[in-house]
């Protein structure tokens, strides 16, 4: 293998999962494929996938969530479903990008690689290799489950199909309203309330908030004790979102501020907002913030963990304010103390010149969550499999939450959604947590925004109505403008080599001097310059030229 494609293979991976499935309607068929052993299916859309029973061995990404995948009882029921048995080899979560890469390079692959995130580039040399098999064909023949979900979303297909034209693997694509503005602010209630204080809608406005709540003792201890705004460096384990960063939300007033990467368009041309005097701008605001005590000095290294303790102090409420996700970032979600229900979100800010912004992430789609490899045996009993998974809301429900009449029901047609609407089915014990009932979202699948926000609302269980009414009139009025979205691209293997070295280099420079101007030890004015030209001679210019071809060579119009 090259050294491009070497240095490649040892990219990090994403994390997110779920299963798909398959049906249809044509002639049986013989198996066809590489490695075909001759086993007979039945017509597309007719269960079970086989008559006879067929083994398909996995590779699947560790969940610390799912007891074990063998026994589990969703794995019972899509058996028992398409006459297909899963053999597991289960990667340890904590070295699951290790494993894969081991496996690749061994050349002893199994049938179905599945929940890793196998990144496009990963995709590309193995896919233009023939390791992992075009599946474009069998989309075409036995796509049942997979077409209705590129019928309902064309551009889903396009955002998986390499610039060859060939797709390598299938997605999980979770249409989650609320995620997609999950760099969002938020603040507890209470102290607004007993300072007579209002909702913050300026960066000014929420500047005298924090100020308020540092020095006028809102948790009434006597003690000056409040920490006034926090955050955390750490990246959430899911959705690959890093929502708890002091600039993810506050830098949506001067500028767009798109998550980790921080990549957007102006004009279809990519860029980043860290070389602009907008963000000059941003960092004197945090600077000021930090200077006068607001925000809290442990934001700037502290973890995930460390940042939920603040906000479940045991003695009293110490913490006003943080960036999150949800209200889980700052407390613990359905916790005892129900300090979580006592945070609510603060409306994308207006800056001193106006901007008003909140950052959006419409691209829901996670790649590379099933690949079929040229040992498969039996290639189309694998495809099929997943294409049934694919199937809602039956298979959905199963997969995401467990049996039915036991974790989950069909919605009574008297009861309402949580976007309002009819209700679709209803959830009867809390999500989440050590079980063995589902696949706790591991693999490919398809969750439409319409079954989303079709769950029952549950007063016993609010999260998910609250996010979306907290989305829907707060986040939503102020989306981004799509056109300046960035969307997810491929790489070959050259750019991916080339980018990795260009990205850390770039992106660590710019974590550091933020924290740097933020506590003063750089000064942004004095220093501003000479960072800007550190990142000229980082080759800013050719890191931002690769991402330019990959969007390109996808999305540009001939």
């Known amino acids: 293998m090259n050294k491009a494609a070497a240095i490649v293979l040892s990219l990090a991976l994403g994390t997110m999962l779920a299963l798909s499935g398959c049906s249809g309607k044509e002639e049986a068929a013989t198996q066809e494929g590489e490695g075909g052993t001759g086993v007979v299916t039945n017509p597309p859309g007719q269960l079970p996938i086989t008559n006879e029973k067929t083994t398909v061995k996995i590779l699947v990404r560790g969940n610390s969530t799912v007891e074990d995948f063998a026994t589990n009882e969703f794995t019972k029921w899509l058996e028992q ?6 053999d597991w080899e289960v990667a340890p979560e904590k070295s699951a990008t290790e494993k894969l890469n081991l496996v690749l390079s061994s050349g002893d692959y199994p049938d179905v690689i599945m929940g890793f995130g196998v990144s496009p580039t990963q995709m590309m040399i193995y896919g233009t290799q023939g390791v992992f098999l075009k599946l474009n064909d069998m989309i075409d023949k036995y796509g049942v489950e997979m077409k209705k ?19 390598y693997a299938l997605p ?42 540092k020095t006028r003792d809102p948790n009434g201890n006597g003690k000056p004790d409040e920490i006034a705004l926090s955050g955390s460096v750490q990246a959430s384990s899911s959705h690959l979102f ?40 941003g960092l004197k605001y945090l600077r000021k913030l930090y200077a006068e005590g607001l925000i809290d000095p442990q934001a700037l290294t502290q973890d995930n963990d460390q940042l939920k303790k603040l906000g479940e102090n045991p003695d009293t409420v110490i913490l006003g304010a943080s960036s999150g996700h949800n209200m889980g970032s700052v407390a613990t979600l359905g916790g005892k ?46 495809f099929r499999l997943a294409d049934f998974l694919f199937n809602s809301p039956e298979t959905t429900l199963r997969w995401y939450a467990g049996r039915e009449g036991v974790e989950w029901k069909y919605a009574d047609k008297s009861e309402i959604g949580i976007n309002g609407k009819p209700a679709i089915w209803k959830q009867l014990t809390p999500w989440g947590g050590v079980q063995n009932v589902n696949w706790s979202q591991t693999g490919p699948g398809y969750r439409s925004n319409d079954f989303r926000l079709g769950e029952v ?7 998910e ?50 924290a740097r101007f933020v506590t003063g030890d750089a000064d942004i004015d004095k220093t501003w310059d000479s960072y800007v030209k550190n ?11 690769i991402y330019q071809q990959a969007y390109d060579t996808k999305f540009k119009k001939k």
């Open 242 to 281: 890093s929502p708890s960063m002091i600039d993810s939300f506050l830098m949506n007033a001067f500028v767009y501020d798109h998550g980790d990467k921080k990549l957007y368009l102006e004009n279809g041309k990519v860029t980043v907002p860290y070389n602009k005097p907008e963000w000059k701008e």
């Open 457 to 463: 609302q549950n007063p016993d269980q609010p999260l």
């Open 81 to 86: 479903k398409t006459n297909v048995h899963i």
């Open 337 to 382: 103390s129900g300090r979580w229900l006592t945070y609510v979100a603060v409306p994308p800010l207006k800056g001193p010149n106006g901007f008003q912004n909140a950052a959006y992430h419409p691209y829901v789609v996670g790649n590379g969550q099933y690949i079929i490899t040229n040992k498969a045996k039996n290639p189309e009993v694998a």
């Open 172 to 213: 999980q694509v979770n249409e989650c309203y609320h995620c997609m503005y999950h760099q969002r602010m938020w603040i507890h209630k209470p102290w607004l309330d007993k300072l007579g204080l209002r909702m913050p809608t300026t960066t000014d406005e929420f500047y005298e908030v924090l100020k308020a709540f």
């Open 535 to 545: 990142l000229d001679n980082m080759n800013l210019k050719r890191y931002l030229d």
């Open 149 to 167: 979900m590129f019928d309902a979303s064309p551009f889903y297909k396009d955002l998986i199909t390499a610039p060859d034209g060939n797709i």
């Open 465 to 514: 109505v609250i996010l979306y009414n907290e989305t829907k009139q707060k986040m939503e009025p102020y989306q981004m403008p799509m056109d300046n979205v960035m969307p997810p691209v491929f790489f070959t293997a050259d750019q991916a080599a080339e980018l990795a070295d260009l990205e850390k280099t770039i992106l660590d420079h710019v974590k550091e001097m933020m």
